[in-house]
T-cell receptor
Framework: NAGVTQTPKFQVLKTGQSMTLQCAQD?????MSWYRQDPGMGLRLIHY???????DQGEVPNGYNVSRSTTEDFPLRLLSAAPSQTSVYFC?????????FGPGTRLTVL | GEDVEQSLFLSVREGDSSVINCTYT??????LYWYKQEPGAGLQLLTY?????DMKQDQRLTVLLNKKDKHLSLRIADTQTGDSAIYFC??????????FGTGTSLTVIP
């Protein structure tokens, strides 16, 4: 099992560019989520999905889109990157009582 | 959202015990977790406790839960330099939504 994988590990964007952060899991978990981690603020939930075809907003959804066409994949899209989106992004998938995290994507928006 | 609070920093000497504290507001939480994040890595689950338990011990780790005060602590005995990391407290109601604290950065001084 690879667990939760994320690509890329690092990315630099210019303001206004778009990109997709990829996330995949091979544990057949229904629940997947995206967090951003900023200094002194812990992890904040961006979007989550309780199963294929179902997504919902978390605490800080503005500026991000998600889709869940398969159980395995949960990409996060930035349509028009802003410097405020500079952060480390973590994807996670969970069973009913444990959450597994990917290694993270460090994104810098100039 | 739910409110989970931790102090940001803790320093201890190698060989001493570390105690990391966390308070939460939702009395209906079912599970409470401690995660460890090493530099440049994702979060790894250290241990978790059901809300109907007061204490859980796992080798050098002891988790104490005071439900009345909504206070959770993680004690690391014989702290080693490899324990230097950020420790996150998290809660869930068992419905796959997790709420994280800000994280406590533990520095172990040789």
């Amino acid at each position: 099992n690879a667990g939760v994988t994320q690509t890329p590990k690092f990315q630099v964007l210019k303001t206004g560019q778009s990109m997709t952060l990829q996330c995949a899991q091979d544990m057949n978990h229904e629940y997947m989520s995206w967090y951003r981690q900023d200094p002194g603020m812990g992890l904040r939930l961006i979007h989550y999905s309780v199963g294929a075809g179902i997504t919902d907003q978390g605490e800080v959804p503005n500026g991000y889109n998600v889709s869940r066409s398969t159980t395995e994949d949960f990409p996060l899209r930035l349509l028009s990157a802003a410097p405020s989106q500079t952060s480390v992004y973590f994807c996670a998938s969970s069973s009913s009582d444990e959450q597994f995290f990917g290694p993270g994507t460090r994104l810098t928006v100039l | 959202g739910e409110d989970v609070e931790q102090s940001l920093f803790l320093s201890v000497r190698e060989g001493d015990s570390s105690v990391i504290n966390c308070t939460y507001t939702d009395s209906s939480s079912t599970y409470l977790y401690w995660y460890k994040q090493e530099p440049g890595a994702g979060l790894q689950l250290l241990t978790y406790i059901f809300s109907n338990m007061d204490m859980k011990q796992d080798q050098r780790l002891t988790v104490l839960l005071n439900k009345k005060d909504k206070h959770l602590s993680l004690r690391i005995a014989d702290t080693q330099t490899g324990d230097s990391a950020i420790y996150f407290c998290a809660e869930s109601k068992g419905g796959n939504q997790f709420y994280f604290g800000t994280g406590t950065s533990l520095t172990v001084i040789p």
